[in-house]
């Protein structure tokens, strides 16, 4: 009984609010159980984010062996991508 009563009270006074906010509402969205102040392309910036997580670099060449050098070309891949792949051959006799 108790709770019946507050839910109409509380859509009553959302309902008031709701009229008074209505003329200065801009961009916001607004329901029962929501706003957004500052709505923004929430499934693009996600799907980005996770492109550039899932992205795949191949990089390959002759390497002779595995050094520093080797390491600092390959570490900028890092930020750029979540995997890549080091494909070498053999050096040539």
Known sequence: ?????LTQLEN???KF???YMKPKITRE???????FFHPRPTGKIVLD???RRT???????????????HKKF???LKTWAAVYWL????MPA
């Open 55 to 69: 992205r795949t670099i191949l990089v390959t060449g002759v390497f002779d062996i595995l050094h520093s050098e």
């Open 49 to 51: 984010a996770y492109s």
């Open 17 to 19: 609010q709701y009229r």
């Open 74 to 76: 390959c570490a900028p």
């Open 12 to 14: 009553l006074a959302f």
């Open 87 to 90: 494909a070498s051959k053999p």
């Open 1 to 5: 009984m108790v709770q019946k009563f």
């Open 29 to 35: 969205r607004v329901g029962r159980h929501y706003a």
